[in-house]
């Protein structure tokens, strides 16, 4: 069962961008793709918490500002040679506005 | 018409001094060259080689006969000049031509010196220096069967190794008891004769000889103490004289050679000398690593452009015997109080000594084991404090312990500034960078690219382990260039090729027309595009942020604690009273915790809250700042000194000309960091000669220097040229600028970008073709209209403002 919040229109994250939204606990990254998909994302790398919002973002992953690790979007998982994850919340575009569950988050590892 | 150049000695030093005179001023002579010998300049070192029948006589043209031709040099071999009128100002030839000069290069090299004995003209009797010689050894050795030679110094012993594997019994006389003993000490030179007695030569240690015997061809040699040895052939390699009979009959000062200043000049300032004919500070040299030294200062003045000195050269030596591993530098017999460290394995056949005075390396002799030579000597002529690593210095540069030695795993461990090959002064990394960069897969392209290996080649197994490495073992296959990142195959220089060719100038074009493999790039190779496409269509491309590190879309530094800092810029460092209150005003409202001083003379804002930016911004902006771009691939700052206005040494007013630069280029966007500064006087207060673009100003003008970097590998920049006035410094710089913007590759600064390309392409594009420098400045400042527009007024006023404020506070 979703518990989806709504967040904010799809047009205020720019495409292959992100916002940062900051809850009570953490600030979670929510990035929008080239294909205008939208993914959320605990604003922290799994490798020293840096700020995943100010890194570039390419597919569906985005690379760290700090010392240039890949994250996979949907996972939260470092790519490539790097291991470690982060936390990820279900997120969906409806009607132009981005939700996000923020009770659900999940960690693949 | 062209000022008109003779160059009589058509060798190694003299033909070298025209290659670099090319390199500066292709068009400024007209160029004649003399040479007694038939043929086109060769590389004489390797007559030994050749003697040995490991190369041949084309295997060591150097430049050949088209070389001239192409060059616009009229070339007469076989033609030796015999008179020299100076005060008609032309030289005269044994075929009885006659050729002006303006001026006059005298490189007749030496002689080899005939010990003068009863018999020393009897035929059989050789020196060793030229085609000619060899030619009469290789006769010899087909016909007779005993030879002896005189002089167990480089190359007697080099000549008798070439004898002995043409099948000839050789004999060395040697009137010392030290093989040698100008370069080894005296374990070393025993090992070298041991080692060669196993192969087969004989020696007569001490032995002075007095007379050669025989009818018309010499049959004997004859010493001092009465004995005797038979002999076909007598080669005399017992030392080299300096050939100034030319120079001398033309009055010019001749001692043991022909003296010249440290500008190669001999006493007629219209006649310069290089090679081993001169005599520089009292020393006349006989290997070719000073003489390249020289031929390059000779041109620097021949192109008039008059900076150069040579200063002497500290020479380092390698025997070129196929098998034997010899080097020896510098001061190689210690001295009392010397300190003395040594390293011997009789079983492996090394021996490696050096001599040490206050912890500086002074000398060198290694036998079997040269791989550390070329650091050795590094050392050595950096006087390096070698107190931190002394206990282990012996090992090598890096002690490699259990990691497989042999010259592949030594040459990979050497640091990129580790000189490879001594002849040419060519360091490891400057041959890595030629590989990669020209894609370069065989000694050859080396060779004819750095000149790495192309004299005495000693050095030419080391090359072959970095081009093995660099290329990677099956190198047919691997690719002739590096792909930018793993989303293409292309380089970066097929990418800007393609974007001005092809007009590309959006991002996904440029993926469709370079078939991207990714679906948007990736963090290396998108902040590179949008450089590029920025560079080459500054008013049809629209700048991507999101392909922007975030120091760059945030127009800040991050700092550590992911706060940021804001740098105002200071147009020249110069600041008003205003302007440091508007600035104080701000630290105060904003609860900036530091401020600083930087060294590119403006003030820096530590600590502000990203959120905070567009505020901070708009109350520096209303103050009349912009951003000094102090976080970007970007223009950042143009220092100066206190100049003609202040200073008493002064000669043009710096402080404002600096002013003039930084309103010229702030805000342009560049491959990397790009900074300038212009000092008053050749005091260089402002440092201008470690900038990418620096002005030193002089009485007469303006100097131009580029490529220089402070930071972790310091290199001084490179001068460009000289100008008259402000108009034209501006000129210049736009355009040089410019040319680094089209053309370095992303993330490459000024300095290695010069070294790739080379100073003498940029003069070539700058220096030499007016047309297209001005096309390069105009480019630049069309460019300017777009790029000057303040980032933080844009953004005080609203621009990207999702970039600043988090979206909403969501309680959970
Ligand atoms: C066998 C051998 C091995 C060597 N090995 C090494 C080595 O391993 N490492 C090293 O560094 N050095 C080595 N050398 C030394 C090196 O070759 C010389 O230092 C170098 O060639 C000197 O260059 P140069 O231009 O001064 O003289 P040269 O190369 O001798 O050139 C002078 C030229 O001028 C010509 N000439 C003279 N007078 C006249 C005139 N009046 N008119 C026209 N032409 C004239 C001569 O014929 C000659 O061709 C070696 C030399 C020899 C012979
Ligand atoms: S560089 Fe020359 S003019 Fe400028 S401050 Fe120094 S001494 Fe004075
Ligand atoms: S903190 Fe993200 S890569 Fe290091």
Redesign the interface.
Known sequence: MNNW?E??PLD??????S???????M?IA?FRT??DEVFAVKNACPHKAG?LS??????NSV?C?LH?W?IDLASGEALGPDEGCTNTFPAKVDGGIVYID??NSSRAC | MKERLVLVGNGMAGVRTLEELLKYDPEHYDITVFGAEPHPNYNRIMLSPVLAGEKTIDDIILNSRDWYAENGITLHTGDAVVAIDRAARKVKTESGMEVGYDRLLLATGSNPFIIPVPGADKDGVLGFRDIADVDKMLEAAKQYKKAVVIGGGLLGLEAANGLMKNGMDVTIVHLMDILMERQLDHPAAEMLKASLETRGMKFLMQASTAEIVGGDRVSGVKFADGSEVEADLVVMAVGIKPNIELARQAGIHCERGIVVSDTMQTFDPRVYAVGECVQHRGICYGLVAPLFEQGKVAANHLAQIGIARYEGSVTSTKLKVTGIDLFSAGEFNEQEDDETLVLQDPAQGVYKKLVIRDNRIKGAVMYGDTMDGTWYFQLLREGTDISDFRSTILFGQHDVGDAGHGDTARVLSLSDDAEICGCNGVCKGEIVNAIQTKGLFTLDDVKAHTKAASSCGSCAGLVEALLANTVGEGYDAAPSKKAICACTEHSHDDIIKAIKDHELKDMRTVFDFLAWK??????TC??ALNYYLLANWPADYQDD??????NE??HGN?QKD?TYSVVPRMFGGLCTPSDLRAIADVVEKYDVPEMKVTGGQRIDLFGIKKNDLPAVWKDLSDAGFVSGHAYGKAMRTVKTCAGKTWCRFGTQNSTALGVKLEELTWGSWMPHKFKLAVSGCPRNCAEATIKDFGVVCVDSGYELHVGGNGGIKVRVTDLLCKVDSEEEVLEYCGAFTQMYREEAHYLERTAPWVERVSLSYIKSRILDDEAERKALYERFKFGQKFSQIDPWKQRAEGAEA?EFM???????
């Open positions: 919040t967040i904010t205020e994250i720019p495409q292959l961008g916002r940062v939204i900051k809850t009570d606990t600030e929510v080239a294909a700020p100010e890194g570039i973002v390419h597919g690379t500002p240039n890949n923020l009770k | 990714t679906p948007d790039g990736c963090a998108r902040p942020m999101q392909s922007r590190f975030i879309r945030a991050i992911g999702h988090p979206l909403e506070v969501v309680s959970q």
